[in-house]
């Protein structure tokens, strides 16, 4: 793989967060993607995200799966841990990290080839087992890296760049990240910032299985009329669902709220989700109704974008298993070996 490093020389009054690190340091080497692609443009809303919630980047796990989608992690927060895996098996990689060390945050990076064919089955268990974690699909409708064939989020009728119609149903991952019990779901589109940087932050706070769905135009291969995940076509059919902001330990950091209904979601962790409303009768705690809404907009030829779902109970694989609180490389020999009488015990209770 390509990799350039950034020159590491930036402006003194560059501005730092709350761990004293400026936003220079959460980036990672310079892109090799395409100029344009909207994959770029996700790598810095993650940036952004990480910068503003003060993550120390060491403090993150970020695996990823094949595809130019999952190239990016080397893009971003290049002092984090990563792991770049096998095609389609990023959440099955990233569930064994999660289990062995709960203490990291984790990102999971995926393309809608990664994740709806070949890791269909291994997106659909870590998202219904809870894995505490922010999963995120650069969602371009095709196989970009491996020059542009339909991938299962492409649309039906929708036409590849030398003329191909697609026959073939959608997977919409958001709706069946709904379906899979996934604590928080989300889509957006790469070239709407605003929308989709408090998504990012919202979802690495949750303590659950949070999953946003990209919409992120290849320009190389699904850019031109006939597509239905280009920048034009997805701009003219975005339906924004709610504005979010968040307000860390209940204090405000962002005061701006045009007027309209507004619903605040407490997370686990203090931090309150404000969300204000664009369209009436939607209400993001309810699972059935997140389902409905966004089968209902979409037989209206809308996509829907924004905060579709969120449990503000969560709960994630290590409470329902019971596991150790710590670190499994930090527990010490006593807790490793416990000794003959607990063996015993443990061999009782399976007789
Ligand atoms: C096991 C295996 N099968 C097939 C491939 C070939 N391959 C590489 S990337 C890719 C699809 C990538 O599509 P997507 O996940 O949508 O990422 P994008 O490039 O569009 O961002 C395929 C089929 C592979 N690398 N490994
Ligand atoms: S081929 Fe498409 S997905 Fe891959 S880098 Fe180029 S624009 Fe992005
Ligand atoms: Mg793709």
């Given at each position: 793989m390509t990799f350039l490093p950034k020159p590491?020389?930036?402006?003194?009054?560059l501005p730092t967060n709350t761990v004293g690190?400026?936003?220079?340091?959460?980036e990672g080497a310079i892109s090799t993607l395409?100029?344009?692609?909207g994959h770029d443009s996700i790598s810095a809303a993650i940036i952004q995200a990480c910068f503003n919630l003060s993550?120390?980047?060491?403090?993150i796990a970020k695996l990823s799966g094949i595809g130019c989608s999952s190239k990016?992690?080397?893009?971003?927060?290049?002092?984090a841990h990563g792991f770049n895996s096998v095609h389609g098996r990023m959440p099955s990689v990233l569930t064994g990290a999660y289990l062995a060390n709960r203490d990291l945050v984790y990102l999971g990076v995926s393309g809608d080839g990664d994740s709806a064919s070949i890791g269909f089955g291994q997106f659909a268990h870590s998202i219904r087992r809870g894995v505490n974690m922010t999963y995120i699909v650069e969602n371009n409708g095709v196989y970009g890296l491996t020059k542009g064939q339909f991938s299962a989020t492409s649309d039906k009728g929708s036409v590849a760049k030398k003329g191909a119609v697609n026959t073939d149903q959608p997977i919409d991952l958001a709706a069946i990240a709904v379906q899979l019990g996934a604590t928080f779901v989300a889509r957006s589109f790469s070239g709407d910032k605003e929308q989709l940087v408090p998504l990012i932050e919202a979802a690495l706070l949750h303590e659950g299985a949070a999953f946003i769905d990209v919409l992120s135009p290849?320009?190389?291969?699904?850019?031109?009329?006939?597509?239905?995940?280009s920048y034009d076509y997805v701009r003219e059919h975005n339906e924004a669902l709610n504005k979010l902001d968040i307000m860390f330990n209940r204090q405000e950091?962002?005061?701006s709220y045009a007027p309209g209904e507004v619903t605040d979601v407490v997370q686990h962790d203090g931090s309150v989700l404000r969300l204000r409303k664009l369209?009436?009768?939607?209400?993001?705690?309810n699972r059935a109704s997140a389902m409905h809404h966004i089968m209902d907009r979409k037989a209206a030829g809308e996509i829907v974008t924004g905060l579709?779902?969120?449990?503000?109970e969560p709960s994630a694989l290590h409470e329902h298993l019971g596991t150790?609180?710590?670190?499994?490389?930090?527990?010490?020999d006593a807790e490793l070996c416990p000794g003959v009488d607990a063996l015993a015990k443990v061999n009782a209770s399976l007789r």
């Open positions: 590491k020389l930036h402006h003194p009054k690190l400026t936003r220079r340091d959460y395409c100029a344009g692609c993550l120390p980047p060491h403090r990016t992690p080397t893009y971003f927060l290049g002092a290849c320009v190389a291969f699904n850019n031109h009329p006939g597509s239905t995940k950091i962002t005061v369209h009436e009768g939607h209400d993001p705690t579709i779902y969120v449990d503000p150790v609180t710590g670190p499994l490389n930090a527990l010490g």
